[in-house]
């Protein structure tokens, strides 16, 4: 790297962290400390709701997503905006009537503690795994293209990102991500301007999105009804209704952006802000996946995107020699596939353009064809090696052919992602283990200074347990769809149980914690057993099994007291 590039990625991130530690330095009671104070506004919301779903996995594996396979990732978020809309209608007005920090105390009220702590459970559960994902994920890509070392990248984050949430609270979590969010999207505007700036001399955007669709690049919503289809409408509208419902309405890490707020209307509105910006935010996103598909399509890619996993495959003569036939083969389909493309869009409009076109699909057929010849080479020499390289190569794009300084602000992006979405969670963890353990169940009488400090240690206890995790976990083949696979598995059951609570009155507590534990069973059930239902439809079907399952035990086993145990 150049020495301006690490001047700008450690000048920004060092900006961030001694901003977090230096205005948020004083709080003497929880409500300060887990709450902001209740001084934010509904912008500060919105952001900060923003930058704690977008992590770094979003930036740099959705971009790989809409390289492969197109806009079709979209449509997870088409669920997202009615969700908003009953969040803010049944969730927050509760949730601030009964003046909680957590989501799950609302639980122990309307059922009993058991209830109540179980779901909290599993939030601490899904949360843990998956902030030890979220720190690991960008440390492990970026390890492998810098040659940093990866422990000692998620154990840099990791410490920044406890430091100021330890010093500040949830004050420096949303003022920290205010401040991330600009860089990101800052960041991410400059690569869309270079990604059409580097497209050839007579080449338009109207012309590159037009390839991009010629090649299925920008198919944005498929109709056809299927339980094993990842992606089509009825998953994304139903499941990812389901989905966006549980995390925004009853994920802690989300609930705590909008408890903060000043008011129930400025909540309300940061919520509606964030369903009015996320899905043109992730069609940006995937639309910089996309162009970077067309990039690659007129400039040099590698066979295999990966290059120091492609490197240590390469650990004998014969092995090289077949690497380096296809990348021969891939080089010459390259050249051909350029031309091809400029052809086509020459050709727009004309008799021409179907025959042009078949062409250039049958190349990229062709080229497809190597790079999986590439892989199973490297996984039958290195069956350790990771093959699926999709996650690497925007990284690609930004390391290799982003000017100087804007490479190091690419890398702020990405190392700014991973902190505010990190701290979001390890917040959440700690204000979650302070409110619904340690001040309920074993110190009930401390003071608001001793919970300011019992939720300082939990933050230091879940920042080295995310970090110990993400110096363990493995890379899954995706780690966008990892990071929504892992909160489907428990989002289900965890929101079931708050639409019994809102809707179902009749249901009494016995019921819902007995159909919370069976539902979750048979979730987890299905993941490891039955691979045609997509992860998508765990979030309605835990939600149907928790609504039925309770429904019947209360009509069976009816209950008359209810309340605090």
Not at 47 to 63: E, N
Not at 242 to 250: E, H, P, R, V
Not at 443 to 463: F, P, R
């Amino acid at each position: 790297m150049h020495p301006l590039d690490i001047i700008v990625l450690v000048g920004t991130l060092a900006f961030i962290v001694i901003y977090g530690i230096t205005k948020n330095n004083k709080h003497s009671d929880i409500h300060g400390y887990m709450r902001s104070g209740g001084s934010k506004k509904s912008w500060v919301i919105c952001l900060s709701i923003i930058a704690t779903q977008a992590s770094a996995i979003t930036f740099m594996s959705t971009p790989g997503q809409a390289y492969e396979s197109g806009m079709g990732y979209l449509q997870i978020y088409f669920g997202l905006p009615l969700a908003m809309i009953v969040i803010s209608a049944v969730f927050i007005p509760v949730f601030y009537k009964q003046n909680i920090y957590t989501a799950y105390e609302y639980l122990e009220g309307r059922f009993n503690l058991a209830t109540r702590q179980f779901i909290a459970l599993l939030f601490l559960i899904s949360r843990g795994l998956g902030s030890g994902l979220t720190l690991y994920a960008p440390a492990i890509i970026l390890s492998t293209i810098l040659g940093w070392n990866l422990n000692l990248l998620c154990l840099c984050i990791g410490v920044a990102v406890v430091l100021y949430i330890y010093v500040g609270g949830e004050k420096a979590v949303s003022q920290t991500q205010t401040m991330q969010v600009v860089v990101i999207l800052s960041g991410m505007v400059m690569a869309l301007v270079m990604l059409i700036k580097y497209l050839p001399a007579g080449v338009s955007l109207k012309d590159a999105a037009y390839l991009a669709g010629k090649m299925g690049k920008m198919k944005a919503v498929d109709t056809k009804f299927s339980l094993d289809g990842r992606y089509n409408i009825w998953s994304g509208l139903l499941g990812g209704f389901f989905l966006s419902l549980s995390y925004f309405g009853t994920d802690q890490s989300q609930v705590s952006r909008y408890l903060g707020g000043s008011s129930v209307k400025e909540s309300k509105l940061g919520l509606f802000y964030n369903g009015i910006v996320k899905i043109p935010m992730q069609f940006f996103i995937l639309f910089i996946g996309v162009m970077t598909y067309i990039f690659f399509m007129f400039h040099s890619s590698p066979v295999f995107f990966n290059n120091k996993s492609l490197e240590k495959a390469a650990f004998s003569t014969e092995v090289k020699q077949q690497l380096a036939d296809k990348e021969k083969q891939h080089e010459v389909i390259e050249i051909q596939r350029n031309n091809a493309a400029i052809d086509l869009v020459h050709a727009r409009n004309t008799s021409g353009e179907v025959a042009y076109t078949d062409t250039l699909r049958a190349l990229e057929q062709q080229d497809t064809a190597i790079r999986a010849d590439v892989k199973r080479i490297i996984k039958k020499n290195a069956p350790d090696i990771e093959t699926r390289d999709t996650d690497y190569v925007f990284l690609t794009f930004v390391l290799n052919h982003m000017p100087i300084g804007l490479i190091g602000l690419l890398l702020a992006v990405m190392f700014c992602a991973a902190m505010s979405s990190t701290a979001g969670q390890i917040s959440s963890m700690a204000s979650t283990t302070v409110v619904d353990f340690y001040k309920r169940s074993i110190n009930k009488t401390g003071s608001d200074k001793h919970y300011v400090n019992a939720s300082k240690a939990a933050t230091l206890l879940w920042g080295a347990v995310t970090i110990a995790f993400a110096f363990y976990v493995h890379l899954f083949d995706n780690l966008i769809q990892a990071v929504n696979i892992l909160g489907s598995l428990f989002y289900g059951t965890i929101l079931g149980v708050f639409i019994v609570a809102f809707f179902f009155k009749s249901v009494k507590g016995n019921a819902v914690f007995t159909a919370a534990i069976i539902s979750e069973i048979i979730i987890l059930l299905i993941f490891f057993f039955d691979k045609k239902i997509s992860f998508l439809w765990y979030n309605p079907i835990g939600v149907g099994l928790v609504v039925v399952i309770s429904s019947l035990l209360a009509v069976i086993f009816p209950q008359k007291k209810e309340g605090l145990n």
